[in-house]
């Protein structure tokens, strides 16, 4: 008699049901992108615990978010008929970790009552230290400096196992001292940071002196399963090991072709290497796509075999090949963000949802022109993972800066910046400058005026709102002689802003550097300072749309996860992506990991893939030549249609790379070359009257005049104005 398998196993194909039942020993689920690796685990888990292997609370099972953890919960005790699971070991590192640490707590110098502090709180207390410890918090900022503290955690690194020269010369090379003294205070106070869960359980797990707790959750622990195993850290990795060691019965699923996080952490070789650290291991590969067409997946495939380190795999689909991947090539940033539009809109025509397509951009700064291009031509967004561009802190900052500059009467404006950077202009002084302006029915910028003119405020406030005010007075003589991105270029580089920043040892400041130089970049398409800053009202004005059918803009790690009908993967040049940033901090260790990203891009679409790339860029300030990304060049030919403007480079032959593998050597034209928007190569009389063109800003209209290179332009719905012939493009 054949027994019938059961419910919860029907519908999973060979490798997920090998996976499902293959519950002794190590096992290495390798679930490629789209191929139901969460359908496994859940599935797993319910066979362990219908098959009666194991009681709930003999499972530990880990997530890397409270989500991920949430959906297990609810999809296992589903596929059990709607049967609860009770007092089971599962959630995050952090939360399996606290757990833990609550009934050893005396162990590590705490009481169970111990408290777990935030980063704000982290930083508080270590600036608290670095006081006491006579070291400057200016020049080595106490947040940078926990940023040091949390990378030693996550490599489980005790303050016994840091030397100065782990370090370097942060706070003057004292950094393991103060990182001595920031563990006693913590301690002192009953209290924890996020990495000491993991980090105290480890030095306990570890200790021959408490051998009897290990080997109680080895007694407890006979099954283990672990999502996303390629995005654990060195931390992450070891407290698993030690509990493993017990049954055996480790099941680690992820997919070392998505470890895109080593930024924060992550390490790919604890996947690569699972074979090694778990003898006997078996590897099951899921291949089988569920999520996208033949061409997305033959395209993505090609590129990820260029990385070295990884165990391989190739994904295929059941369904039919689809839609080649498109590639296009266009002359410069704003050809790029109009391009991509017109594909959104003709996706439009043919009945797609705006919530079911994505443009994954590599730099946060990129979004500017597109988000740009999307409120002209109507089309209802959102920035996922992150705030609009003129949202954005440093965004507003800057604007403000601007806005005072234009019209000092701005109070709100004044009031954002005053003290940014700081300057010791703190709120009681603040308050004593809005009572003045009240009593004198005025605004800020003249109470301080007028202020200054006595001796009511302290020395050292004085000295700084008159050195403020002195700096507004200059930047604003210097608005009919100066260009206004120039302007404020200078005046973000003199008040200190800038620097504040490149002191900002966190890994968000190089991308809000990024973003303010892209902010003065686009402020030359305006022909005045007020001319910018209204624009920037209106955009923001008509950001606040609330319709559900919105297009997704997001960065490439934002969207791992997530899958959409149609992708936009814009920017696709050397030193843009793969980021040269990442290729001159971590060598090749990089490269394989933008490589990551691009496959990452790629298998989030499931109809449609679009990849594109400009032969010109503007990079602060400078329209810079780009060639295109290596990525494009490794896209195998059958699965792409690839076009590009005239003028463009074609990606293939032309580039070659030096001996590091990394540096691209440009053989058919010199990389680098500085184009100005003037430089622009254009048929001799390109625009003569009657001539459709498009203006980035006012849209579409005809040439009613020509005088030198400028046009006066009747547009479609802006009337006529008087425009550079360089910043339109013909329609024709």
Sequence with gaps: ?????????????????????????????????????????????????????????????VTFTNKAAQEMRERVSHLRGGQPVEGWWLGTFHALAARMLRRHADLAGLTSAFTIIDPDDQIRLLKQLMDNENIDTKKWAPK????????????????EDVSASDAGEAA?????????LYQERLKTVNACDFGDLLLHMIRILRNPQHADVLADYHRRFRYILVDEYQDTNVAQYMWLRLLAKGSGNICCVGDDDQSIYGWRGAEVGNILRFEQDFPGAKIIRLEQNYRSTGHIL??????IAHNEDRLGKTLWSASDEGERVVVRGLWDGPAEARYVGEEIEQLQHKRWRLSQMAVLVRAGFQTREFEERFIQLGLNYKVVGGQRFYERQEIRDALAYLRV?????????????INVPK??????TIQMLYAVARSKDSNLYVAISQLLETDELKPKTKAALAQVMGDFERWRSLLSTSGHGALASQILDESGYIAMWQA????????RIENLKELIAGMGEYETLPAFLEHVALVLERNDQNSDDALSIMTLHGAKGLEFDAVFLPGWEEGLFPSQRSMDENGMKGLEEERRLAYVGLTRARQRAYISYAANRQMYGSWISAIPSRFVDELPAEHIESSSEQGTYNPGRSQHWDSSGITPVVRSRPAGTSYSRQDRPLPKDAYTRG?????????????????????????????TKRVMDSFVSRED
């Design 423 to 428: 300057r010791g202009i703190g709120d009681t």
């Design 144 to 159: 940078a400096m926990i940023g040091i503290i949390d990378r030693w955690k996550d490599k489980a690194y005790s303050p």
């Design 1 to 61: 008699m054949t027994l019938l398998a059961p419910d919860y196993l029907s519908g999973l194909n060979d490798p997920q049901r090998e996976a499902v039942l293959s519950i002794e020993g190590p096992v290495l689920v390798l679930a490629g992108a789209g191929t139901g690796k969460t359908r496994v685990l859940t599935t797993r888990l319910a066979h362990i615990l219908q098959t009666g292997k194991a009681f709930p609370s003999q499972i530990l099972a």
């Design 298 to 303: 033959g395209a993505a495939g090609g590129v």
């Design 691 to 719: 001539v459709r063109v498009f203006h980035e800003k006012f849209g579409k209209g005809v040439v009613v005049n020509v005088d030198g290179h400028k046009l006066d332009i009747a547009f479609d719905r802006g009337g």
């Design 172 to 180: 003057g090379g004292r950094m393991p001292h103060l990182y001595r």
């Design 504 to 511: 900002d040892k966190s890994p968000d400041a190089p991308g």
């Design 405 to 417: 500059v234009a019209q000092p009467a701005d109070d709100l404006a004044l009031e954002r910046i």
